[in-house]
């Protein structure tokens, strides 16, 4: 019985969405348990899929949260 757990950050990918949209969701789901299927040939009907959404804030990369990451790539600062 697999178990596959899917975090990405609460932001929109489209223009003035906040948030992954039930049809990417959905898109999620459905190719992450047909890849089970087909790689290790585990059933559609025992995968679970589990999408986490997390803000911003609480999501760091390089020390700090991704808001301040981001701005120090637009500022030219990569350390």
Do not use: H
């Not at 789901?29 to 899929?49: M, R």
């Not at 790539?73 to 350390?79: E, I, K, N, P, W």
């Amino acid at each position: 019985m697999p178990y596959v757990n899917i975090k990405v950050t609460r932001e929109g990918t489209a223009p003035g969405a906040s948030s992954t949209t039930p049809e990417q969701k959905a898109a999620l789901i459905k190719g992450v348990s047909e890849l089970l299927l087909d790689v290790l040939s585990k059933p559609l009907n025992s995968t679970f899929v589990v999408i986490d959404e997390v803000e911003l804030e609480s999501w760091g990369v390089g020390g700090v949260t991704v808001p301040e990451y981001r701005r120090q790539l637009r500022a030219g600062d990569t350390r």
